[in-house]
């Protein structure tokens, strides 16, 4: 049963670089799965961020995709996420996402971190 | 990418039905079979309830339904429950887009 876990600073400086990593438990990174980074801001909803594969090929928001970087460490069993240049609007509950079992939808979420910009 | 639209909020009272609609486009929901359906209670990461526009995860009430008509697509909850209380999302997997949330309330 594959779980993840994101980790990463709560609070970021505005103009700064967001960092987040997502731990992978229970199954290899490697398998045949796009790993998500989604994002939910304060009382809106939810926003696809990205995603990457085990290979390293990643997809992207169109609308964040010029301050968005998606990397995977295999050896590690984790991928990350860096958004630069953040502002307050970029202050959001960050989750990462899978599509775990085969099926065409994330079907296993980290618990979320919540991440705040501000000086 | 434009997001799904999605009533913000809809009630009823236990025991009811009550469905909720998720509007796209031709491009999006009109176009694939891949359309899910997340449960998120305050606090909590979304979980996922219908998958491919009908489909119920393991362990899922048979309660909830899905289906789909054209560029729209909707969620049913039969047997209106206090603890199905939550905020429901759409998705259209393929274009990994999500609507913006029915708040549902049980009186």
């Known amino acids: 049963q594959v779980q993840l876990q994101e980790s990463g600073p709560g609070l970021v400086k505005p103009s700064g670089t967001l960092s987040l990593t997502c731990a992978v438990s229970?199954?290899?990174?490697?398998?045949?799965?796009?790993y998500n980074w989604v994002r939910q801001t304060p009382g809106k909803g939810l926003e696809w961020i990205g995603e990457?594969?085990?290979?390293?090929?990643?997809n992207s928001n169109p609308s964040l995709k010029s301050r968005v970087t998606i990397s995977v460490d295999k050896s590690k069993n984790e991928f990350s996420l860096k958004m630069t240049s953040v502002t307050a609007a970029d202050t959001a509950v960050y989750y990462c996402?899978?599509?775990?079992?085969?099926?065409?939808?994330?079907?296993?979420w980290g618990q979320g971190t919540m991440v705040t910009v501000s000086s | 990418q434009s997001a799904l639209t999605q009533p913000a909020s809809v009630s009823g009272s236990p025991g009811q039905s009550i469905t909720f609609s998720c509007t796209g486009s031709?491009?999006?929901?009109?176009?694939?079979?891949?359309v899910s359906w997340f449960q998120q209670h305050p606090g909590k990461a979304p979980k996922l309830i219908i998958y491919?526009?009908?489909k119920r995860p393991s362990g899922v009430s048979d309660r909830f339904s899905g289906s789909k008509s054209g560029d729209t697509a909707s969620l049913t909850i039969s047997g209106l429950r206090a603890e199905d209380e939550a905020i429901y999302y759409c998705?259209?997997?393929?274009?990994?887009?999500f609507g913006g949330g029915t708040k549902l309330t049980v009186l």
């Open positions: 996402a899978v599509a775990a079992n085969g099926l065409d939808a994330f079907d296993v």
């Open positions: 229970g199954g290899s990174i490697s398998s045949r799965n796009w």
């Open positions: 990457i594969y085990h290979s390293g090929t990643t």
């Open positions: 031709s491009s999006d929901v009109g176009s694939y079979n891949l």
């Open positions: 491919d526009v009908n």
């Open positions: 998705c259209a997997y393929e274009d990994r887009v």
